[in-house]
């Protein structure tokens, strides 16, 4: 999150059942307001200037054009194991973030889950997709919407992502409720349902091996976290007449433990790495990992969690899909080595904060350090 930005509102992310509701004030507007607010209506309305509210302040705007470079690392889950160790171990060190390929996961599914996505947002009329709008006065909402997170700069102006998202609760089952994603196309909460179980056996594969590597024993990592909490947020960033003043997707780390993040084919998605935002270019059937907060904390700091941003361009929309994984928010998270570099954290009272205050200048998950 950038320096002088406290985040104002939060739409979801926060469980049904949570206790967080007075934290938070309405984001989402009563329906056909909130209809013509969404981004993808504002960039089909044929503007050349984006409303203000969308504007970054100079200190976050992007740089463009961005960076060819792109030499995050690329881990083959079919390598020999010491092999795999050996480039594994550098990648969550060093980069909090790679493409792993040959990751079990079949690539008519990943092409199944984005197309069902497009659709949902480029094929249903305004009053389909309105049907699943994020509740407007409940933060623990799923559902259709634009405003997941809204900043105020230090003028006090709030800014706002050039986004519209889904966002689906898939795990544990019991928050699993299909009824409420999309009916179009047809096999949409068969093809979200699937990629929920395979995104949560490559999740718990990975984090098997990263604790494995670092001598825990294969299932360290995954008690510490408990049971996992998934969601999983289709994002969709339509063309943008002004790139170079938007975010597509402000800077964080993820809070959770692990995301696998799902590109199509146009780039947009930025990993800071050495102070320099790169850009993570799409690699046909690959999925990117991202290391997340609670792997950070509980790793004592050996890997770390990669701040990133999703920037816009004037031409081709954008669709990622991110499945993130997270412990309960009665769970507490801390350190499995000793001497513990970061303070024990109720999960909750973690994502609670990353909503309410924002870092203050710093990476969240810095802020428990010791
Ligand atoms: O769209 C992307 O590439 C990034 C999405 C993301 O970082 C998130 O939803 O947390
Ligand atoms: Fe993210």
New binding site residues.
């Given amino acids: 999150m950038p320096t002088g930005y406290n985040i104002i509102n939060v739409c979801n992310r926060l469980d049904d059942e949570d206790n967080f509701r007075s934290y938070f004030e309405p984001l989402e507007q009563p329906s056909m307001e909130a209809a013509a607010s969404r981004v993808q209506s504002i960039s089909q309305s044929g503007i050349s200037s984006v409303p203000p509210e969308y504007i970054q302040p100079n200190s976050t705007r992007p740089q463009l054009p961005p960076s060819n470079k792109d030499p995050i690392p690329t881990i083959d889950l079919d390598d020999d194991l010491s092999s795999l160790q050996k480039s594994l171990h550098s990648a969550c060190s060093e980069w909090g973030a790679f493409h792993v390929v040959n990751h079990g996961v079949s690539i008519n599914l990943l092409r199944d889950i984005q197309c069902v996505g497009r659709t949902f947002f480029e094929s249903g009329s305004t009053e389909d997709k309105m049907e699943y709008s994020c509740q407007p006065n409940a933060p623990a909402s799923q559902g259709y919407g634009s405003r997941m997170l809204a900043t105020q700069s230090n003028q006090n102006n709030v800014v706002l992502d050039w986004r519209d998202?889904f966002d689906h609760h898939t795990l544990p089952l019991q928050r699993r409720d299909p009824s409420r994603w999309p009916h179009f196309p047809h096999h949409y909460r068969q093809v979200v349902s699937h990629y929920s179980d395979q995104m949560q056996t490559l999740a718990n594969h990975l984090l098997g091996l990263m604790s494995e590597i670092l001598g825990l024993g294969h299932s360290r990592i995954q008690e510490v976290v408990g049971e996992v909490y998934q969601n999983i947020?289709v994002?969709y960033?339509p063309p943008c007449p002004q790139p170079e003043l938007t975010l597509?997707?402000q800077a964080?780390s993820?809070m959770g433990a692990i995301?696998l993040?799902l590109?199509d084919h146009v780039s947009?998605?930025q990993l800071l790495k050495d102070g320099q935002w790169l850009t993570i270019h799409p690699l046909d059937h690959a999925i990117l990992v991202?290391l997340a907060d609670q792997t950070e904390v509980i790793t004592n700091g050996k890997y770390r969690s990669a701040v990133?941003?999703?920037i816009t361009n004037t031409s081709n929309a954008?669709l990622?899909v991110?499945t993130?994984h997270d412990p309960a928010r009665t769970r507490v998270i801390s350190p499995v080595f000793e001497p513990p570099k970061y303070r024990p954290v109720l999960y909750g009272d973690y994502v609670s904060s990353w909503y309410t205050k924002g870092p203050e200048g710093k990476r969240n998950v810095d802020a428990l350090l010791l």
């Fill in positions: 998202y947020t994002s960033y597509g997707l964080h993820d995301t993040l590109q947009g998605l991202i990133h941003r999703a954008r990622s991110a993130f």
